[in-house]
């Protein structure tokens, strides 16, 4: 194969007929070589490790995350270092390269995860010739994603990056109560204790938990928090106030190592503070409060238009899906969403954006492409939707039985403080106005294969193929929910002005909204118990954990609106 011809590239042979016989009226060798002659040809012979002392060598392999001849490289520095030295002096340095790259925005996430698997490779090589060391650990901190909560990536990342810098890290997984998080970091005597969560609620269930290890007594434990929910300012000022103890925020994995950093280096007495320009950036911060009778102000609506014409219901009741052509489905998934968001590619400084997409579609798309290929036997898409009739009463939604008349359970939606004064139930017909309205529910999932899929590459180290994969099986679940929107809008009727591109559906660009439980403008999780006594989704594998979240995680649920004024908008 010539270097740099694509499997797809054909030479197109020009032919002529003469007596019955063909030939060719050009060189064919000529023209190929045209075809290639500003072509510099790579040889792949040329060792990267060439001309290096053995300490550089493993250094390029951690920065570098080069697992090829790892272990023939190691077994030349045993010859001049014990195992131990070459973790601590050697392979640590290049972690703590990686590190700075990272935080300069010159080191993408996945490929610190790369680095971090062959630093797994490297020790996984050499502890069978270690002898256990008392004290050689840098520090020791029980990870744990706290009580209901079923989200688990974040903490795992952490763990990544801690265990891979010279931590001793105890990860006892998720939906964690507090005694159990007390008694396993007494059991295996750690230093720090560090609890993550994604949800508004769990920042609620740690509040509480600082709570109950002041009444036990126990808050010599530093604790170290982290979490899509949290802000800086709830947890350095709000909750330093409550916890008799010390207790940090980490916005990502790198701050909680630089934390573990100074509470288990030689200066751990030294009391932590958090970046000065960072706490002065975040004035005080409280959580709202969630008692939907409290954004109810004097009965007050909003001015939403009644809708001109309320959708045909399409059927009364619920349907199921299970057969779907999984690549159709990816066609759905939000680029954006996963490779930005997910995977946590990030621009990098000294790139524009048109650069910065052109280097995403050269380097991240094979890796999308290959994953939506290895997944596709592992995704199992389901869906279970369906319509009721339904009318607004203030700030609730009844929903009525087949008969109209009857009343099946009703959601009671809070509603903005200022602004607007939206409120969900906003967008339907009001008992008072005499017209039955119509909503849909909807509840899809991946199953739970990818999860345990994913569980596997985390357990064998493989943690770069862990964030793909756990991102994949995110954004496959949401390209479901649109994608499954779309079919709803279509059956009431609604569908007509969808955007032809994907870049519109992205945006919402069409007529109405589905909203989330947990989100925004529907922030009780609660809610998803009357959601599942309607769409009964335990035949789909979708079960409700007692925090009320859905169980496997890539699961989703919503309540689709109809009315053209229906968009996002946030409680406040």
């Known amino acids: 194969m010539v270097p740099g011809l694509a499997q797809s590239s054909v030479i197109k042979y020009h032919w002529r007929f003469v007596s019955d016989q063909r030939e060719v009226i050009y060189d064919p060798l000529i023209e190929l070589m045209k075809r290639f002659e500003d072509v510099k040809a790579v040889d792949t012979s040329v060792d990267p490790f ?47 390269t990686v590190g700075e790259l990272f935080g300069a925005g010159k080191m993408q996430l996945p490929f610190v995860l790369q680095s971090a698997e062959v630093m797994k490779a490297a020790v996984r090589h050499l502890e069978p010739l270690m002898e256990r060391v008392e004290g050689s650990e840098k520090g020791s901190i029980l990870l ?40 396993e970091a007494e059991a295996n005597k750690c230093q720090v204790i560090g609890l993550s969560g994604l949800l508004v609620k769990s920042t609620l269930v740690m509040k509480n938990n600082l709570v109950e290890m002041n009444e036990r007594g126990l808050s010599h434990f530093p604790v170290i928090l982290g979490g899509a929910a949290l802000t800086r300012g709830y ?120 650069e910065f997409n052109s280097w995403l579609e050269e380097n991240v798309r094979p890796v999308f492409e290959r994953k939506c290929r290895e997944l596709a036997n592992v995704l199992k898409p389901a869906v279970k939707w369906g319509y009721f009739w339904a009318q607004s009463e203030g700030n609730d939604l009844i929903i009525f039985d087949e008969d109209q008349k009857s009343e099946r359970c ?16 906003d967008f339907f017909c009001s008992t008072d106005s005499g017209v039955m309205d119509v909503v849909g529910f ?7 294969a990818v999860s345990e899929h994913e569980r596997k590459q985390f357990a064998d180290g493989d943690f770069q193929e862990y964030l793909y994969t756990h991102g994949m099986g995110v954004e496959t679940a949401e390209a479901l929910a649109e994608y499954w929107h779309k079919q709803m809008r279509h059956e009431l009727g609604i569908g007509g002005a969808d955007p032809s591109e994907m870049k519109g559906l992205f945006g919402a660009k069409y007529q109405g909204s589905r909203y989330s439980f947990g989100y925004p403008a529907c ?12 769409l009964q989704p335990a035949d789909i594998g979708i079960v409700l954990s007692e925090e009320f979240m859905l169980e496997p995680e890539q699961s989703t649920s919503a309540i689709v609106v109809h009315h053209p004024a229906a968009k996002y908008f946030n409680i406040r």
């Open 50 to 96: 060439a001309g290096l002392a053995v300490e550089d060598q493993l250094k390029k392999h951690i920065v570098d995350g080069i697992k090829k001849s790892l272990e023939s490289h190691l077994d030349a520095a045993l010859k001049h270092y014990e195992p131990l030295s070459i973790i601590n002096d050697i392979l640590l340095d290049g972690m703590k």
């Open 235 to 354: 947890v350095e000022e709000d909750l330093r106030s409550i916890y008799q103890g010390r207790v940090f925020y980490a916005q990502d994995a790198f701050e909680g190592l630089r934390l573990m950093g100074e509470l288990c280096g030689e200066d751990a007495s030294a009391p932590v503070e958090a970046p000065v320009k960072e706490a002065a950036r975040v004035s005080s911060h409280r959580l709202p409060d969630r008692d939907p009778d409290l954004y109810i102000f004097d009965g007050v609506k909003s001015e939403v238009e009644p809708v001109e014409l309320v959708p045909d219901i399409p059927f009364y009741g619920v349907r199921k899906r299970e057969k779907f052509d999984i690549f159709e489905l990816y066609k759905f998934i939000n680029p954006v969403a996963l490779w930005r968001g997910q995977w946590q590619y990030k621009k990098p400084d000294d790139m524009n954006n048109p």
């Open 442 to 448: 909807s509840i899809v999932t991946v199953g739970g």
């Open 410 to 425: 009703r959601f009671n939606f809070p509603r903005q403080r200022d602004g607007k004064r939206l409120c969900l139930s």
């Open 523 to 534: 922030p009780n999780l609660e809610d998803q118990v009357q959601l599942m006594e309607l």
């Open 144 to 183: 744990a994603t706290v009580a209901g909560d079923v989200h688990d990536i974040g903490k795992n990342l952490v763990d990544i990056i801690l265990s891979n810098n010279g931590y001793r890290v105890v990860n006892i997984g998720i939906k964690q109560p507090i005694n159990n998080i007390l008694s």
